[in-house]
């Protein structure tokens, strides 16, 4: 197994990444990034009934589309996200979820898992994830709100076209949040927890080796970004009105 601590803040590197790392390597993965403020929506959703356009506009906050479904989920720096790339036939993606409540319980929170594989804290929720299987290959991806900035995530996820019917489109399911900074015993930066995070790994998957991407990678990735993840094509549709003005 590998790790990848991926400095890249940027969704449209980080999203190819994902979706280059499932196709193009054997081994199982764990990556840890950020994206610095945007919007990800999951793949299967209508962008105008998940978005504050206004907002989005006025912050000029990336909006991209990612490879697995689910709903959206709003990202900036105080935020992190943990990848786990795994070759199966089957797959229990529940484990992925234990492995991160047992992260989150060397720093004290006791988070309690949902049907639909998120974490909370006392009813509020601080981890979404989303999964899928591609080839052989799955992936399960979750976020960490570890101090996000909770008024922006709220904002920016207020559509005013809320009353989407089309069965074809998934709709978010909206939940109370809250930040893991504010609920554990001793004080931590996000610098801190993500050391915590690596070396939990490290210690407790038999990881091989830590995988810096080549720059044959890089190559590929970003090619990949040009060509589909930063693309009004994939991100709005070619006949979405407000794609324009968002890019």
Not at 44 to 49: A, C, F, G, I, T
Not at 78 to 96: A, H, P
Request: hydrophobic share 35%; glycine share 4%; proline share 2%.
């Amino acid at each position: 197994m590998l790790f990848i601590d991926n400095t890249s803040i940027s969704p449209y590197f980080n999203l190819s990444a994902e979706e280059y790392l499932l196709n193009n390597k054997n081994e199982d993965i764990i990556m840890l990034w950020q994206n610095e403020p945007s919007i990800i929506i999951g793949k299967n959703q209508h962008l105008e009934s998940e978005i504050n356009e206004e907002f989005v506009k006025e912050k000029r906050l990336k909006v991209v589309r990612r490879l697995s479904g689910g709903g959206a989920v709003y990202h900036d720096l105080g935020n992190l996200n943990i990848t786990f790339f795994q070759s199966c036939k089957e797959i229990d993606f529940m484990k992925y979820t234990k492995k991160i409540q047992e992260l989150l319980n060397t720093i004290g929170v006791n988070a309690i898992a949902d049907h639909r594989q998120g974490l909370t804290i006392n009813g509020l929720k601080i981890s979404g994830s989303a999964q899928c299987i591609h080839r052989g290959r799955a992936i399960f991806h979750a976020t960490l709100l570890f101090e996000s900035n909770l008024d922006n995530l709220n904002v920016a996820l207020q559509s005013s076209e809320r009353s989407l019917t089309d069965e074809k489109y998934v709709k978010s399911i909206r939940s109370s949040v809250t930040n893991i900074k504010d609920n554990i015993p001793v004080p931590l930066s996000i610098s801190e927890f993500k050391i915590i995070i690596k070396e939990f790994f490290l210690n407790n998957n038999n990881l091989s080796s830590i995988y810096t991407f080549t720059n044959s990678d890089r190559t590929a990735i970003e090619k990949l970004a040009n060509e589909k993840y930063a693309s009004t094509d994939w991100n709005f549709h070619k006949n979405n009105k407000i794609c324009l003005d968002l890019k």
